[in-house]
């Protein structure tokens, strides 16, 4: 007979499975989703099956990790499972991403056409188990999901402050859970080089360090303390590995043909007058340029290219191009000379003409090269406001626009003639800026206004956490999360399902991860 206490526990089971049933707010929220009426309840006698291992022991990791319960991985039963299939006949229904999720009083079933959508059907499992004492239970629902996008990407700029290994896996980490698969890192700037590369040592023997940072944009107030650090190859490899294992894909940034000071302060030969210079503590644009006139130069830039490759697999490698301050091409004879030989009008064709030619580089090795806006040839003033200063040459084919700043009808320009397009428009999408968490979620990356034959061009998003002014992690998180989860959002959720309220129902979820792992974040 049961006791009185037997009984109060059951029905605690109860109420909170039937609770369950009304309060499945899940981020990112999926395309369909039905709750169905039951409960699935985990024992350690559940076990893991299917034809997924690491997926199957990631989720056993993670559920032991949320719930103490240690399931083993070779179980063959009909009852008590959670099973985990890859089968590539769904390809055409889910895509490479897509997976469905069914579970009912037996258990759980995730099914995909690759390992890929098995790990993100895991990360919408993890949100629907809720512990109530030592009871684990899962709401039984139906799901059909797949991304909005296929570039669903987080920033991270390392090149002003660095961070380090920790914190950078740990990024990777909640950006998996929130099914985010692209991890842009920005690693070289006037302020800083992070890269080893094996053949220019000096790059971070004295590009990883300066001696002050400035503390705010256009201050005289600086942080006279030595900022210092970089990443060896081996650590690179450690971390492009651990963001393989969350099916996340590192597109590295090694800027170029401005932004950069912090190389020719290591080799001068680079820059235009061949002077020794600091590595700036000044933050905001410089105007040290590579000069890319140079044979010498040009190899140089193919050379870091060639091990930053042989690095990361990536088959997609950003090379800046934003922000190039024109005045020192315009003040050298050289350059002068090189422009009218190779009939080019403008600075900022020779920068198209360079960008090209890396373009070019890259394809050879069939990689694809991503810019910034101004990599087209747009003219932004307060960078370069001569009239002189747009470009009339052509963008190589087949390179990836990553637009942090313009408007519609420059997005327009680029899809028109044939590009796709990232869209990181810096009012919505700059991690850096003071805006509330409902902003970042009203972005869309497809703007208002677009012709739907364009709209296959836009490839997704990018969020973008600038570095200047965050000199530790703690105040590197608490600027992104939690608007990390409503670019999760944005990225995933088709138009239609999006709904702010039920958004911010579903981040308690999330508050208990990051409160648990000792992450900072400001909760909204």
């Not at 940072?213 to 030595?226: D, E, L, W």
């Not at 050298?332 to 020779?350: E, F, K, N």
């Not at 990232?422 to 970042?440: G, M």
Request: charged content about 20%; some cysteine; aromatic content about 12%.
């Amino acid at each position: 007979m049961q006791t009185i206490f037997q009984r109060l526990a059951a029905l605690s089971i109860l109420l909170c499975a039937s609770m369950q049933l009304y309060a499945v707010n899940m981020i990112p929220m999926p395309a369909e989703l039905k709750v169905n009426g039951t409960i699935f309840t985990l024992s350690p006698s559940t076990t893991i099956t299917g034809n997924s291992p690491a997926e199957a022991a990631y989720l056993q990791a993670a559920l032991e990790q949320t719930t103490g319960l240690h399931l083993p991985t070779n179980g063959k039963g009909q009852t008590n499972f959670i099973r985990l299939e890859v089968n590539s006949k769904l390809l055409a229904q889910l895509g490479q991403e897509g997976y469905t999720l069914h579970g009912d009083a037996k258990g759980v079933l995730i099914r995909a056409a690759t390992a890929g959508g098995v790990f993100y059907g895991v990360q919408s499992l993890r949100q629907l188990v809720t512990t109530n004492g030592n009871a684990h239970t899962i709401t039984g629902v139906d799901i059909t999901d797949k991304p909005r996008f296929g570039w669903r990407a987080f920033m991270l700029d390392e090149a002003r402050h660095f961070q380090g290994t920790a914190a950078v896996k740990q990024l990777l980490e909640e950006m998996s859970v929130l099914k985010m698969n692209t991890f842009h890192w920005h690693l070289t700037d006037d302020q800083g080089w992070r890269i080893d590369i094996k053949k220019y040592p000096l790059l971070t023997q004295i590009g990883s360090h300066r001696d002050s940072s400035q503390t705010a944009f256009n201050s005289k107030v600086y942080r006279v303390v030595k900022h210092e650090g970089y990443y060896t190859q081996e650590q690179i490899k450690d971390i492009i590995a651990y963001a393989a294992a969350r099916h996340i894909t590192i597109v590295p940034e090694i800027e170029m043909p401005g932004h950069a000071s912090a190389a020719i302060a290591a080799y001068p030969w680079l820059g235009m007058r061949h002077e020794q210079i600091a590595v700036p503590a000044q933050f905001g644009v410089h105007y040290n340029v590579f000069n890319v006139s140079d044979p010498k130069v040009i190899t140089f830039l193919q050379d870091v290219l060639q091990e930053v490759m042989a690095l990361f697999p990536s088959k997609v490698i950003h090379i800046g191009g934003d922000e190039v301050k024109y005045d020192q091409w315009k003040a050298d004879s050289g350059v002068v000379r090189y422009m009218r030989a190779h009939q080019l009008s403008s600075p900022a064709d020779l920068q198209i003409a360079f960008t090209n030619s890396i373009s070019n580089f890259l394809a050879g090795k069939n990689r694809r090269m991503i810019g910034w806006n101004e990599i087209m040839g747009i003219k932004l003033h307060e960078y370069n406001d001569a009239k002189d200063d747009a470009g009339k040459e052509k963008l190589a084919p087949g390179t990836v626009v990553q637009f942090w700043k313009g408007d519609l009808s420059l997005i327009r320009d680029a899809v028109s003639k044939g590009y796709d397009v990232v869209n990181s428009y810096h009012s919505f999408t700059y991690l850096d800026y003071d805006f509330k968490l409902d902003k970042a979620y009203s972005f869309d990356p497809v703007p208002k206004g677009l012709e739907p034959q364009y709209i296959n061009k836009i490839l997704g998003s990018g969020c973008q956490m600038w570095g200047e002014f965050l000199p530790d992690v703690k105040t590197m998180t608490s600027h992104v999360f939690p608007r990390l989860a409503a670019y999760a959002e944005v990225g995933w959720t088709n138009a239609g399902n999006k709904d702010y309220e039920r958004f911010k129902k579903g981040l308690p979820f999330f508050y208990g991860r990051w409160e648990k792992a000792g992450i900072a974040f400001t909760k909204q």
